[in-house]
């Protein structure tokens, strides 16, 4: 018993071990990050990235970034962006898995393996006809085309809200449909609202990836001003 004991003491002080030490690498940037936004040019030249500065009220580096950088419109966009590309996603991922999961018509499967077949395509090999589209439909440095985009490249979030509706019992949907509900009734108010978790887990991941993303951001819009 003695034995176990310490045997499972070891096993604890080495996860929270290594969960602590992983935790302070991933925070380590940042506390980098913050501390050489306060030093001035002089200081960053001569001192280490961990060395405190010498006065934590020098905030001419926020300055610069904000006038010669344009980062006050650049995080508007930012914003704009996010928040538009949520909305639209949600609304589209959770009507077309309705659809796809409620709906028995031909083609169904055909469409929901499409779908997987597109989660298997990697994003850089369709760059060049996805360019060119933009290009042909003159979407390039604007917001609604980065918009759309993004909104387009949303097969995962689909999924997650077809296999949520494949844990909702169909029986609402008929009941409300004797109640004399439609479709629209149905969706909006009945099964709309048990998807929450759903549309949560899929806003983090949609929202972490439209705001980290680079690459397409660069290429789409290259017009400073943006």
Not at 54 to 62: E, I, L, M, T
Not at 101 to 106: E, H, P, Q
């Amino acid at each position: 018993m003695a034995g176990r004991k310490i045997g499972r003491g070891v096993i604890a002080f080495l996860k929270y071990f290594s969960l602590v030490f992983f935790s302070f690498v991933a925070v380590l940037p940042i506390v980098s990050c913050v501390i050489t936004a306060f030093k001035t040019d002089e200081e960053y030249g001569s001192t280490n990235v961990m060395t405190l500065p010498k006065s934590w009220f020098n905030f001419d580096n926020f300055v610069q970034a904000f006038q010669k950088a344009n980062m006050g419109k650049a995080f508007v966009n930012s914003f704009i962006i996010l928040v538009c590309v949520l909305a639209i996603s949600t609304i589209i991922g959770t009507q077309l898995a309705f659809v796809l999961n409620r709906f028995k018509f031909r083609g169904n499967e055909l469409i929901k393996n499409l779908f997987l077949f597109a989660t298997l395509l990697p994003g850089v090999a369709m760059q060049v006809s996805v360019f060119g589209i933009m290009t042909n439909l003159h979407l390039i440095d604007s917001l609604i085309g980065y918009i759309i985009l993004m909104c387009g490249t949303d097969v995962i979030s689909i999924y997650i809200y077809i296999q949520f509706f494949e844990n909702i019992d169909k029986s609402l949907d008929e009941s409300a449909i004797v109640d004399g509900a439609g479709y629209f009734t149905i969706f909006y108010k009945i099964l709309l609202p048990l998807l929450k978790p759903a549309i949560v887990t899929s806003c983090i991941l949609k929202g972490v990836g439209t705001y980290n993303e680079y690459y397409n951001a660069n290429l789409y819009l290259q017009d400073k001003k943006l």
